[in-house]
């Protein structure tokens, strides 16, 4: 595995076997990770002292290392439980020398943990990054999840983690009060969203490319998505399905 620095100097890495970087080269792994997940479910979910969150894919780790250091940073006594499926182990395994930022010093144990045993646990923090496929975890996984970090490959790559059907797993564990993230603006992505009673919101700021936020409730501090004017306007598109 080839490590890529992208432009906020943050490290990725290319991926042969899709054809893709593991995230968005200009945007940056760091600064894509905090804009589009991280700050929109701590945004989301302001005040509440415990967060679930099912982190979709593992792979590099940055988004559930970066929610460790935005909860210490300002939230310093939420606790954290976070579920991360991935299927590439020997990846999770090689963690140990990936060249995390000097903020991620404080996490050096717990990359070890995860990287060895796939887990680590104290009193604030729960992690479980389980070697499986993402899609068969979410019909197995149980419980009410406050947030989905929604960051598989590309629809156009990995379609399978973006269909209705998967959307329809991914809805029964959101629950009422559930966001999920995702950098994916295609309208493909946000119709089976939609299609499983989702509202759409635009996540959008200085210094990344727009990205999507979708709730069941009603969010503030993102512009909705007037997905009925998108639909009348594109009368062919068509979510993914598994068929
Ligand atoms: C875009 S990367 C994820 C980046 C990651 N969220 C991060 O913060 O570094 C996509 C990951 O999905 C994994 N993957 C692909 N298909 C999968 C599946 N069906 N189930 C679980 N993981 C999968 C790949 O091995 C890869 O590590």
Redesign the pocket.
């Known amino acids: 595995m080839q490590w890529v620095q992208s432009e906020d100097g943050s490290y990725?890495a290319f991926?042969a076997?899709?054809n893709?970087?593991?995230?968005s080269t200009k945007d940056g792994?760091l600064n894509?990770?905090l804009k589009k997940?991280i700050e929109p479910a701590f945004l989301c979910h302001k005040g509440k002292t415990d967060l679930k969150i099912i982190?979709?894919?593992?792979?590099?780790?940055?988004?559930?290392?970066?929610t460790l250091y935005y909860r210490d940073t300002y939230f310093p006594t939420t606790t954290l439980e976070i579920y991360?499926?991935?299927?590439?182990g020997a990846?999770v395994a090689s963690l140990i020398d990936f060249p995390y930022p000097e903020w991620f010093a404080p996490y050096k144990d717990i990359i070890k943990s995860l990287s060895k045993k796939g887990e680590y646990n104290d009193d604030r923090t729960s992690i479980l990054v389980d070697i499986?496929?993402?899609?068969?975890?979410m019909q197995t996984l149980r419980g009410a999840w406050d947030v989905c970090?929604q960051?598989?490959?590309?629809p156009a790559s990995?379609p399978?983690?973006w269909t209705r059907e998967y959307f329809a797993d991914i809805t029964r564990l959101m629950g009422e009060v559930g966001i999920v993230t995702t950098y994916s603006t295609a309208l493909a992505t946000r119709l089976a969203l939609y299609e499983n009673g989702f509202t759409l919101y635009l996540n959008e700021g200085q210094g990344y490319r727009s990205a999507t936020v979708a709730s069941h409730r009603e969010l503030e501090g993102f512009k909705r998505v007037d997905m009925e004017h998108k639909i009348r306007c594109n009368p062919n598109a068509v979510s993914l399905r598994d068929s």
Request: net charge negative; hydrophobic share 35%.
């Open positions: 990725t991926s076997e899709y893709e970087h593991y995230h792994a894509e990770s997940h982190d979709i894919c593992f792979g590099l780790g940055w988004n559930t290392l970066a991360s499926p991935e299927l590439d990846l499986t496929d993402a899609r068969m975890a970090y960051d598989a490959f590309s990995n399978l983690l």
